[in-house]
């Protein structure tokens, strides 16, 4: 199991230490974690990375995951999409469902901890189960920029509850919440299959594996299969892309447990992109496999992220940590990790001919491609590691059980 003392290939020996100081207000201290999947999603994989290391620094840190039915998740997803701004047909029936979710799992899942964290909507009701004893505090990590009002309102009534919200981004505060808020980027980890250094041979086998030529160079999304990622406009971008480049369009997204829209987004990609799949100019992926995303990630020549929405972004953290050059929306947490030009290149999700013009660009140019790599390497070594979001996390337990 990894330990704080791993990172020392990454992060300074004074900050390892720094962390662990903060720690040792926790001895004895124990926190629980609830989310809704243990797979998929970038929930599930920043508490992967955070909660071994935070055993490490020596809390007594735990992770446990609200069982759902089918019409559960139908129904959050669709809250998940409404507070991206969707409309929401929000009837008693569906908050009934969403709420009793929380209220079964209540009654066998029983807490002794000191302080409680949710993250996401999906069990924001487990709050009104029990008898508050410790702090709770609500992590969201969706982009909460311009949330449906309704929906907002029935969910203020669970929020009011807590102690503290957790936001991924400045915008994403809510100026009618009395409740105390906080923004806190998440990161990722640079220890993980998903982005530790891969050898060549390895980065060979997976590819070979899974279908993968690699004679010409790759253009790669990494998402779930989710509207609001647009793989209808990758796959657009890429046909235009193709007028100047022979290449591939790689799209992987495998399937979250929580998010029931996946397949009919998948099928509709699948229609669309038809002779251009047969011909292996796009290759479509469903399987869940790190060492797989790690490779892709390696040896595409551009990372695209062509998001409508996106609450931070985890495939732009770990494109840009295998200095890779990426080209993404100007939307929700993107900006936050790319400056424009910089870093990686920055556009309006509806400018597809633009997409299309810094892919080409980057293609024609190794040099500029590498550039951008290496400074978006650098900006996410500074700032997105999980480290620093484990040292932010253990500031605001400071705050929150004093
Ligand atoms: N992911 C993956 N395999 C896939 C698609 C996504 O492992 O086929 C991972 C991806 O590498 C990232 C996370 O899922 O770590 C997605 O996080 P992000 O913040 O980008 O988006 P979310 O899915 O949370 O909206």
Redesign the pocket.
């Known amino acids: 199991m990894r330990t704080l003392a791993d990172y020392n290939r990454c992060v300074d020996d004074a900050e390892i230490h720094r962390i662990y100081a903060k720690a040792s207000k926790f001895y004895e201290r124990h926190v629980v974690h609830f989310n809704s999947t243990f797979q998929?999603?970038?929930?599930?994989?920043?508490l992967y990375s955070l909660l071994p290391i935070m055993n490490d620094a020596g809390l007594y840190a735990e992770w446990r995951t609200l069982y759902g039915s089918p019409d559960f998740f139908m129904i959050t997803k669709k809250f998940h999409n409404a507070l991206q701004g969707d409309r929401v047909n929000l009837t008693s029936l569906k908050k009934r469902l969403y709420a009793q979710a929380s209220e079964t799992f209540s009654v066998f899942n029983h807490l002794n901890h000191d302080c409680v964290i949710v993250h996401d909507p999906q069990p924001l009701p487990l709050i009104s189960y029990y008898r508050k004893k410790q702090p709770w505090i609500w992590r969201c990590?969706?982009d909460l920029s311009a949330p449906n009002g309704e929906l907002w309102d029935f969910l203020k009534t669970y929020i009011l509850r807590y102690d503290h919200v957790v936001v991924s981004h400045e915008k994403y505060r809510q100026p009618d919440l009395p409740v105390p808020q906080r923004v806190i980027a998440?990161a990722?980890d640079p220890l993980t299959p998903?982005n530790m250094p891969l050898g060549e041979e390895d980065i060979q086998k997976y590819l070979r594996k899974y279908g993968i030529p690699t004679d010409k160079p790759l253009i790669t999304q990494?998402?779930?299969f989710?509207r609001?990622?647009d793989p209808e406009g990758v796959l657009r971008v890429f046909g235009k892309v193709r007028e100047s480049v022979d290449c591939r369009l790689v799209l992987?997204?495998?399937?979250?447990t929580d998010?029931p829209e996946g397949m009919k987004v998948f099928e509709r990609i699948e229609r669309k992109a038809g002779r251009l799949i047969d011909d292996k100019k796009v290759i479509l992926?469903?399987?869940?496999?790190?060492i797989?995303?790690n490779a892709l990630?390696r040896t595409s020549s551009v990372i695209v992220?062509k998001?409508l929405k996106?609450?931070?972004?985890?495939?732009?953290?770990?494109g840009l940590w295998k200095g890779k050059p990426v080209v993404a929306s100007n939307v929700g947490?993107i900006p936050l990790q790319i400056e424009e030009g910089v870093s990686g290149f920055l556009l309006d999700p509806r400018d597809e001919d633009g997409f299309a013009d810094r892919i080409v660009r980057i293609l024609g140019d190794p040099d500029l491609g590498r550039r951008l790599g290496t400074a978006g390497r650098e900006a996410v070594r500074k700032n997105f590691l999980i480290t620093r979001l484990l040292a932010d996390w253990l500031d605001l337990l400071a705050d929150v059980m004093r």
């Open positions: 998929g999603g970038g929930v599930a994989e920043i990590h969706i998440p990722i998903k990494i998402s779930r989710d609001h990622k992987c997204g495998s399937m979250a998010d992926i469903t399987v869940e496999n790190n797989l995303v990630q992220q998001s996106e609450g931070f972004g985890l495939t732009v953290t770990e947490g």
